[in-house]
Nanobody, 119 residues
Framework: QVQLVESGGGSAQAGESLRLSCVPPANVFGLDLADWGWYRQAPGKQRELVIALNREGETLYGEDVEGRFTMSRDKNKNTIYLQMNSLKPEDTAVYYC???????????WGQGTQVTVSS
C-alpha cells in the first residue's frame, strides 16, 4: 500500500506557526501527476478538508483557515508543504496529507501527524 510520508507536526502556542511536509514515496509519482490536499481530524469529529491544491495551482480552503494556512509545492524536493500561521487551539487535530493520482483516479493518504495548539 503506497503511503505518503508526513512530518513536521508537534506542539505550539496560540498565535505561533508550524509547517508540515508531505512526500510521496520515492519513485512512485511526482507532484505534477496528482492533486494534493490536507485534511484534519480532531477527537470526536469527522475528518475535514483543510486546504487543497490542484495541478493548475487553484487552492480550495476549508473553514477558518484562509488567510492563516497556505499550501505550496517544491518540485525540486518533490515535497508538499502546509504552512500554518496564527494557530488557534481549535486547530488541534491529526493532519493527513492526501493525493489523488490523476492517471489512476486513486487517492493516497499519509499516516497522519499530530498538531496540538495550546492557549
Amino acid at each position: 500500500q503506497v503511503q505518503l510520508v508526513e512530518s513536521g507536526g508537534g506542539s505550539a502556542q496560540a498565535g505561533e506557526s508550524l509547517r508540515l511536509s508531505c512526500v510521496p514515496p520515492a519513485n512512485v509519482f511526482g507532484l505534477d501527476l496528482a492533486d494534493w490536499g490536507w485534511y484534519r481530524q480532531a477527537p470526536g469529529k469527522q475528518r475535514e478538508l483543510v486546504i487543497a491544491l490542484n495541478r493548475e495551482g487553484e487552492t480550495l480552503y476549508g473553514e477558518d483557515v484562509e488567510g492563516r494556512f497556505t499550501m505550496s509545492r517544491d518540485k525540486n524536493k518533490n515535497t508538499i508543504y502546509l504552512q500554518m500561521n496564527s494557530l488557534k487551539p481549535e486547530d488541534t487535530a491529526v493532519y493527513y496529507c492526501t493525493a489523488v493520482l490523476i492517471v489512476l483516479s486513486k487517492r493516497y493518504w499519509g499516516q497522519g501527524t499530530q498538531v496540538t495548539v495550546s492557549s
